[in-house]
Structure formats: structure tokens, C-alpha cells
């Protein structure tokens, strides 16, 4: 591959892999002596298949690491420079955040909240968030917190799940020019919810809302407490949040992450990754609703002391500058964006980019979703101008940080657009084949994982059962990703989309169960199978093919419209379909299944392919007439 990629930046630490390849639980052993634990481990890695123990008796305090270390050199530092939507900003130093983290978790203990206890976050971006998680991990809450994008039922089924006797929320947020009433999302919620105690609600825009008596707003109870609260000393394996995503059967399910272990793969994965100095600006596009916001947002660049921008809105708003001006107005050194971020900037041209000074970058990555080679090398040439490295990151809720990924921060290798190139040291991946054998160069296989990591989940919240059979029982001992690979000739890693019934819309993670119970749900619908096809800004969209109950007669246009809505109320705006085709069958095999290969196939106008397993191939004409009409 060409040598135009083979930007490094000065690093080149052999010893490193070498350590990692001959013993990875002394190396990772290493690696977490990099934090500040109030005792040691007496064991690095219990490993009883699939449960993993790291640093077992060590006892660690997140909160600690992401602030009290920095007090006696930092304080004056700025940790967040944060930008509202509509114009507002701030800034907290370390020593703000400090005493904000310190009250919040004074406030939460006053309201009762004890180690071990859930608490539920749905709130925008703003730095209250951020010094929420930081207060429950302090105490030794658990926190779980909700995309501020998803609706009352899928945030009742969060609560629900893991029993959070607090709920902390906003009146509401700014999301492209409008308010987003949270606090209203909430009260429907939790209305038949008895074991919620408390919700704590913060004023972000001051539009009216409706108070009942567990209602408690955010400024009332920080205005007189103390502002010193010593961090608990945890076990390492204490659990620091639960975070729900989808997966291929039913209900999103809690993503367990404990502490030590976790809080070790980031410390470690944001300086090789990142490279990051104590002069940088990183700015993390990611919500910290979903992984990398909790992982690359809230704890990476807190573990390192370093200045980051954070950002509430949307990338578009009110323009498509808005990204670019960012960067230029605080002088962003290192930018981790997502593909289809990219794409839509890429669509409006080179100019707009163009006009902002952009020379602060000095590297850029992305994440979330494979990225074009196209996409790639115009983030490279206009965003980059061909001096910053990229880092194409890939990793997923369950591995808590990143796991294939270049390291300039570490090494100097050539990059290729559109590959991840080489995991992690300490990280054994491998593409296999259906029986487990490893496949040969450039044969496409299933990604799986060889040995237990320390930024891996430590189960799924209360199902142990389910963590085994969804993620170890495939193959014997060893972590199956969901998601199709290759390793090419040399070595590198070519992320080539889920293998399961996940869908990734715009890097956002959509089960295909819960979108088809949800529409399912309806009562004139008796069947449907939803798939995703190739778009050129969301990478893939969704359609839904819905067969209707037996003798249903209705306008489609209408029922349409009721469908887009209940999908937004079920489960939120990110999993409505582009459209919507209503059949009179579904294809199926002669057991039953539904081949959503062949309407993924008819969606995107592409040959079908094999249909001999088909129980009634008419079925497939007359999709695809239907599909060609509506098209
Ligand atoms: O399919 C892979 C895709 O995102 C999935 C994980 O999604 P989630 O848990 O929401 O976490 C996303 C952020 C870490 C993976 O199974 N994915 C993630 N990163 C990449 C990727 N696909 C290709 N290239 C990537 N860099």
C-alpha cells in the first residue's frame, strides 16, 4: 500500500507488543500500575471461563483517578470547555469539577443512594452528566445512563431492568434549534414505578414542566452541601456502570462494566491510541449515551488530566460549519469522529472546511462503523491535510475501549484506508470459520476474541445465562464478536460489517427483534422482517416489510405514519425505517425462517441470489414488484 499513510509521529516502542505477545496478564499487569490504586491486586486475572476477575483485591476509585490525582498539579487546568446547541459555554477546571463531583455525591448520599444501588441518567450533553457519573462512581453507585435521543418506553424498560431508585434528568435539551422535554419523557416513564424515589432535575432551558412530589431540582440540593466527599475505596471489580445495548434476540440488554480492569484498557488504549500531551484539545463527537462517550468523553481523558471540548448539539446546527468552527475556536488538537459524520460533511464539498482554520489537528480518528476508503482519504486530505495520522478505531459496548486500532502513540506502522490494521497489544484476535479453525489471509470469517481483555464486560446485568450464550457459546472459551472480518497478508484487520441481526444505522446500534416486536405490536400487523441497505451518509438504512392481519383493510399511507410513530415511541427517532413495504407474504424457509438476506437483496436492488431453500418462491415476485413500485 501506497507510503502516503505512513505517518507516524515519532513513536516506535517495540518492547511493547513483545511483552504483550510472550505474557499478556503480566503485561496488562504493567499497564494498570499506571493508576492510583488505595491497595494492591493479590491476583491479576482470575479467568474462569467466560467470567473474568482483573486485579482481584486491588481497591480503586474512578472518581479518584479522574480527579483527586490531578488536584495538587492540575486544578487550574481546564477539563471540559463545553458548548451548548444554542450558543452558551463554559468551562470547569479540574479543581471545578472536583468540588461539583464532590457535592453531587453529597446530594446523592442525603437522598439515600448506597454502594451498589442504580441510578439511572438521562440527560443531554451538558457537564452535569459527566459530574453525575463521576459522583455515582465515587460512592460506589452504579450508574446507567440512557441516550437522551431514546423515548418512554425504551428508558421505562432501562429503569425498569436495573431498578434505579434515582432517575436524574433535565426539563430539557437543545437538539437542532429545539427543546427536547426530558422531564416529560420521564414522568411517562416512571409513572408505575413505586421503587423510584427520587428524580433529581436540572435546569437546562427553563421550559415549563410538570413537579411532583419525587421531583428535586439539581440547584436546590447543591446549594447547601458540603463540598468534600472522600472517594470510597472499591473493590477492583466493583461494578461502575450498566449500559443497555441491542443485541439479536428481545430486550437491549445491561452491558456490565466493572472498575479496575475497565478503567486499565483506557488508560492505556488513549495514550497509544492518542497520543495524548498535556498541551493537546481532544474532542470526542460521540453522546456520552453510548459507549465511546462513556469510555473516550468521560473516563479516558479524565484518567490523563487532559483538556477536552464538549459539544450538546447537533454536528449540523445551524450549519454545516459548525463542527469545523469548533475545532478552530479552541484550537482542537485530536478529533474521534464517526464515518457518517463524515459522509454528510463530505457531501456539502471542501470548501466549507476549507475556510476554517484548521491547523491545531494533529490527529483524527473515527469509530462506530467501517469507514469508506473514499470517506477515509478526504478526512485525510481536507480535514488532515495529509500531516495526521487516522486512527480507525474498532471496539463495541461489551469491550469497554479499543481493541484493533493504529497506535501512534506507541508505534509507527503504514496505514491503509478502511482498516483498523493491528488490535491492541494485550488483545489476541481471530478471524475464524464456522468450526472455530482460523481462516487463511484475506478469506472472510467471524471475529472473535482469544483471551479475556480487561475492558471486557463482566456479564450482562442480572444474566449470567445470557452473557454465556450470547457472547462463549459459538465457540469454546473464546468471545464472539458479531461482526465479519479478514486478515489480509499482512496481518491487518478488515472490519467487514455484523454478522448477526444487529443493525448499525449511522453507527447506532438496532436489533432487528426489537424493531420487529415493536411493529409486530401493532394490531392490524401479523408479520414483519426489517433489514438494513447500503445509504451513502447513514452507511445502512432501515426498510420494514409488513404483512397485515387477515381481512385488515386499511389506508397504507396512514398506517405508515402510525407505524413511524409508535417505533418512535417504543424504542426513539434513530430506528425508524426509510420505508415501510407492505406484503402479503414473507420469504421463508421450509423451517420457518425468514431469509432477510433476500429482502436485504430485493431492498437494495441487487441479484437475489440462491432461492432453493425458499418455501414459496412467489413470494419473491412479488416483493420485488412491490418494492419497484414504491421505489
Ligand atoms: O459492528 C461493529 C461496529 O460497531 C459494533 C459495536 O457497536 P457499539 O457497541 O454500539 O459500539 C460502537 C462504538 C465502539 C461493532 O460490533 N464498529 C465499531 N467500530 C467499528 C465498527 N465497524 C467497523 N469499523 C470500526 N472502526
Known amino acids: 500500500m501506497s507510503k502516503k499513510y505512513d505517518i507516524g509521529l515519532g513513536h516506535n516502542d517495540v518492547t511493547l507488543r513483545k511483552k504483550a505477545d510472550s505474557d499478556y496478564v503480566s503485561f496488562w499487569d504493567e499497564q494498570a500500575q499506571n493508576l492510583s490504586w488505595f491497595s494492591p491486586w493479590e491476583k491479576i486475572l482470575d479467568w474462569n471461563p467466560p467470567f473474568a476477575k482483573w486485579f482481584v483485591g486491588g481497591k480503586i476509585n474512578a472518581s479518584y483517578n479522574a480527579l483527586d490525582i490531578h488536584q495538587a498539579t492540575k486544578s487550574d487546568k481546564p477539563a471540559i470547555l463545553w458548548e451548548g446547541e444554542n450558543g452558551d459555554s463554559k468551562t470547569y477546571t479540574y479543581g471545578d469539577l472536583f468540588i461539583e463531583v464532590q457535592k453531587f455525591s453529597n446530594v446523592l448520599k442525603s437522598l439515600g443512594v448506597q454502594k451498589g444501588d442504580r441510578v439511572t441518567i438521562y440527560l443531554p450533553m451538558v457537564p452535569e452528566l459527566l459530574i453525575a457519573m463521576l459522583a455515582c462512581a465515587r460512592i460506589g453507585a452504579i450508574h446507567n445512563v440512557v441516550f437522551s435521543g431514546f423515548s418512554a418506553a425504551s428508558i421505562k424498560d432501562r429503569i425498569d431492568d436495573s431498578k434505579s431508585k434515582i432517575v436524574i434528568t433535565s426539563d430539557g435539551g437543545y437538539r437542532r434549534g429545539k427543546i427536547v422535554k426530558l422531564k416529560k419523557i420521564i414522568d411517562d416513564a416512571i409513572k408505575d414505578f413505586e421503587f423510584v424515589k427520587h428524580v433529581i432535575v436540572l435546569e437546562r432551558t427553563k421550559n415549563e414542566i410538570t413537579i411532583s412530589s419525587k421531583d428535586k431540582f439539581w440547584s436546590d440540593l447543591m446549594a447547601n452541601v458540603s463540598s468534600s466527599c472522600d472517594a470510597e475505596k472499591l473493590d477492583s471489580t466493583h461494578p461502575l456502570y450498566i449500559l443497555y445495548t441491542s443485541g439479536t434476540t428481545g430486550k437491549p440488554k445491561g452491558v456490565l462494566h466493572e472498575t479496575g480492569g475497565y478503567l486499565t484498557h483506557l488508560h492505556s488504549t488513549f495514550q497509544w491510541a492518542f497520543d495524548i500531551k498535556d498541551s493537546d484539545v481532544f474532542f470526542c463527537t460521540a453522546d456520552i449515551g453510548w459507549v465511546t462517550g462513556h469510555s473516550y468523553v468521560v473516563y479516558a481523558p479524565l484518567l490523563h488530566g487532559a483538556t477536552q471540548v464538549m459539544y450538546e448539539g447537533a454536528p449540523d446546527f445551524p450549519d454545516m460549519s459548525r463542527m469545523w468552527d469548533i475545532l478552530q475556536k479552541y484550537d482542537v488538537s485530536i478529533f474521534y469522529t464517526t ?38 482519504k478526504w478526512y485525510y486530505k481536507i480535514i488532515g491535510k495529509e500531516k495526521c495520522p487516522i486512527i480507525d478505531t474498532w471496539w463495541q459496548t461489551e469491550t469497554g475501549g479499543m481493541m484493533i486500532s493504529p497506535l501512534p502513540g506507541l508505534e509507527t506502522i503504514p496505514l491503509k484506508p478502511g482498516s483498523g490494521t493491528l488490535p491492541i497489544p494485550g488483545v489476541k484476535i481471530s478471524v475464524v470459520d464456522e468450526f472455530g479453525t482460523e481462516v487463511p489471509p484475506n478469506i472472510k470469517g467471524y471475529l472473535t476474541i482469544q483471551n479475556p481483555w480487561p475492558g471486557m464486560l463482566q456479564t450482562l446485568w442480572e444474566d449470567d445465562e445470557k452473557y454465556k450464550t450470547v457472547y462463549w457459546s459459538k465457540y469454546p ?45 401493532d394490531d392490524t400487523v401479523a408479520e414483519s422482517a426489517v433489514c438494513g441497505i447500503p445509504d451513502e451518509i447513514k452507511g445502512d438504512v432501515i426498510i420494514a416489510f409488513v404483512v397485515l392481519k387477515d381481512g385488515i383493510d386499511i389506508d397504507k399511507i396512514v398506517l405508515e405514519k402510525k407505524l413511524f410513530e409508535k417505533i418512535r415511541n417504543d424504542i426513539g427517532a434513530i430506528a425508524t425505517p426509510k420505508q415501510i413495504y407492505f406484503v402479503p407474504k414473507l420469504p421463508k424457509t421450509r423451517s420457518g425462517k425468514i431469509m432477510r438476506r433476500l429482502l436485504k437483496s430485493i431492498g437494495s436492488g441487487e441479484l437475489i441470489g440462491d432461492t432453493s431453500t425458499l418455501d414459496d418462491v412467489s413470494a419473491v415476485t412479488e416483493i420485488q414488484n412491490i418494492v419497484k413500485q414504491q421505489s
Do not use: Q
Not at 476549507?354 to 473514499?374: A, Q
Open 477 to 521: 472459551n473464546c468471545y464472539y464478536a458479531g461482526d465479519y472480518a479478514l486478515k489480509d497478508e499482512d496481518g491487518y484487520y478488515w472490519i467487514l460489517g455484523r454478522a448477526d441481526d444487529v443493525l448499525k444505522i449511522a453507527g447506532h446500534r438496532i436489533g432487528t427483534a426489537e424493531l420487529e416486536s415493536c411493529i409486530v405490536g
Open 339 to 376: 464515518p457518517t459524520a463524515l459522509r454528510m460533511f463530505m457531501k456539502f464539498g471542501d470548501d466549507i472546511p476549507n475556510s476554517f482554520d484548521l491547523s491545531s489537528l494533529r490527529l483524527l480518528g473515527t469509530v462506530g462503523e467501517p469507514i469508506n476508503p473514499e470517506v477515509w
